[in-house]
């Protein structure tokens, strides 16, 4: 069995996605993600231009080689395009070889732990009432599990909060040529959240897992005062509260907070965490499939988490496509570190574009019993959705200087 062709698929249903189609001599089709949001078309150059041409002729069961031809053969190695790049090619090359198996991925990847993976979804208000409202609207829809995010008294537009929680399909502050500009206030965040999660505990009870993410926008000492002063809300976790990149920092915060975290929807490799993991630093990592080189690379960091008694917690926000998503879920099913995976669904016309059998329901997500991944692409309905440039916001703060969003 060959390769027989491999083609980049760039469609945008409400916002932009990266697929890889990779066709065998035998006509098996298998899907991948590559989707890189703001930076998209960097992904479809790297693939189309530097990957494609290798891929035609390969042996397509050969799945760990070519995950090793790609990165090592590179030989500049990691960073978010070419690890993106990589993983539309291992994901779809799993999703071939368990077609040709006849199973769900998750069976080849040691058969199911558990009947179901447990989802959180976002709610957020920019007050008290409309947050409440956003969970209620959660809850109504199945989540067992919310993260909770809020506006700030004195800050206008804040990352991660939708004021009126229709737009599901978040683009956050819709499609723009350029970043929107936000402006950020630290002190005034710290002082306010402790009393959201206040209030949040006190309308939905002590028992509902509340998770909130801080995007990156403390420094150690900041992110180890919010630690502790969430603690008795009791936090399911805390993400990204420090540009993690320094890792050493989350010693510090460890030192001074029980509340769990959760790091790494940014990194592209295992070596990312390694002082993290290795020092326990962390309770969760945050990689999305899509991002860190695909179900080979994740698989894993997964294993080498596990000896620390670390879990997973799998990016999933709308920027994962269908495809991610479904990969993602293959491997929440299997392994055994388990923790928690995140859900915001797509929007209609994006699950026009991304036929799929992975289902939702009372909380869990399951991947569905079809051979291989278990999402296809509809090619007339992705034509119809030209690529339009997007980019994220941007933060300043309010001397103006740029800040992490
Ligand atoms: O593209 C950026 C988003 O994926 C990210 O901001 C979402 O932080 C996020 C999350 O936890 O889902
Ligand atoms: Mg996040």
């Known amino acids: 069995m060959r390769i027989a062709n491999a083609e980049v698929i760039v469609t945008s249903p409400g916002r932009n996605f990266v697929t890889l189609e990779i066709t065998t001599d035998d006509g098996v089709v298998g899907y991948g993600d ?50 993106a790049a990589i993983a539309a090619v291992d994901v779809a090359l799993w999703d071939i070889k368990a077609q040709v198996a006849g199973l769900p991925l998750y069976q080849l990847l040691g058969g199911a732990s558990r ?31 919310i993260r909770v995010q809020s506006g700030v008294p004195g800050l206008g537009m804040v990352y991660g909060v939708t004021s009126t929680d229709v737009r599901r399909d978040q683009e956050s502050n819709g499609r723009h040529p350029v970043p929107v500009e936000e402006v950020w206030d630290t002190p005034a965040y710290l002082r306010h959240l402790p009393s959201v999660f206040e209030a949040v505990r006190n309308e939905f009870g002590p028992e509902l897992p509340l998770l909130h993410d801080a995007h990156h926008r403390l420094t150690p000492i900041q992110a180890a005062q919010l630690g502790k002063a969430l603690e008795p809300y009791d936090l399911f976790w805390l993400e990204d509260v420090t540009p993690a990149e320094n890792q050493e920092a989350l010693r510090l915060v460890r030192q001074h907070t029980t509340t769990p975290l959760a790091i790494g929807e940014v990194f592209n490799a295992v070596v990312d965490y390694q002082t993290l993991i290795r020092e326990q630093l962390i309770d969760y990592v945050r990689s999305a499939v899509t991002h860190a080189g695909g179900v080979t690379a994740m698989r894993k960091l997964f294993d080498y988490a596990a000896q620390y008694q670390i879990k997973s917690g799998i990016h999933g926000p709308t920027d994962i496509s269908p495809v991610g998503m479904a990969a ?78």
């Open 115 to 145: 009947t179901g993976a447990r989802a959180y979804g976002h709610a957020s208000g920019a007050d008290l009432p409309e947050l409440f409202d956003s969970i209620r609207a959660r809850l109504d829809e199945g989540f067992r599990c």
């Open 34 to 83: 590559g989707t890189l949001n703001g930076r998209e078309l960097a992904v479809v150059s790297y693939l189309r231009d530097h990957v494609v041409p290798l891929l035609i002729g390969r042996d397509p069961h050969k799945i760990e080689d070519t995950w090793q031809y790609l990165y090592r053969g590179a030989y500049w190695r990691r960073g978010p395009v070419t690890m």
């Open 328 to 405: 993602g879920l293959h491997l929440d099913l299997a392994i055994h570190n388990f923790g928690i995976q995140e859900f915001m669904p797509h929007s209609p016309d994006t699950y026009d574009v991304f036929p799929h059998a992975y289902t939702f329901s009372d909380g869990y997500l399951h991947p569905g019993e079809t051979p291989g991944l278990g999402v296809t692409v509809d090619k007339k309905a992705a034509a119809q959705f030209e690529y339009q440039p997007a980019y994220l916001p941007v933060n300043r703060l309010r001397d103006g200087a740029m800040h992490d969003w």
